[in-house]
Nanobody, 124 residues
Framework: QVQLVESGGGLVQAGGSLRLSCVAS????????MGWFRQAPGKEREFVAG????????YYANSVEGRFNISRDNAKNTMYLQMNSLKPEDTAVYYC?????????????????WGQGTQVTVSS
């Protein structure tokens, strides 16, 4: 049974930083793409960043490019999202997700596994 467990959310002032973690278990993810998504109240879930687990190639939404960094630790089966220069508009519940394909895509509907989410709140 695949499990994804996020942690690291919290309350931070604008301009601050947070690092989210996603621990994956239940299978190996060497043939998977994984990603971070977020959902603000009243808005649709949106792609934030993705990573091809085997190659390490990364992808970012325009809104976070240059501020966020996605990475993974193969030994720990853990994915990270380092978030810097946070803005109030980054406030959302952040989810990690995995799909049964190496290809990173932005549509949340194409991801097979999801974590429970972690709240990130950025105050102005």
């Amino acid at each position: 049974q695949v499990q994804l467990v996020e942690s690291g959310g919290g309350l931070v002032q604008a301009g601050g930083s947070l690092r989210l973690s996603c621990v994956a278990s239940g299978r190996t993810f060497s043939s998977s793409a994984m990603g971070w998504f977020r959902q603000a109240p009243g808005k649709e879930r949106e792609f934030v960043a993705g990573i091809n687990w085997s190659s390490g190639r990364t992808y970012y939404a325009n809104s976070v490019e240059g501020r966020f960094n996605i990475s993974r630790d193969n030994a720990k089966n853990t994915m990270y999202l380092q978030m810097n220069s946070l803005k109030p508009e980054d406030t959302a519940v952040y989810y990690c997700a995995a799909r049964d394909s190496r290809i990173v895509v932005v549509s949340p509907d194409r991801y097979n596994y999801w974590g429970q989410g972690t709240q990130v709140t950025v105050s102005s």
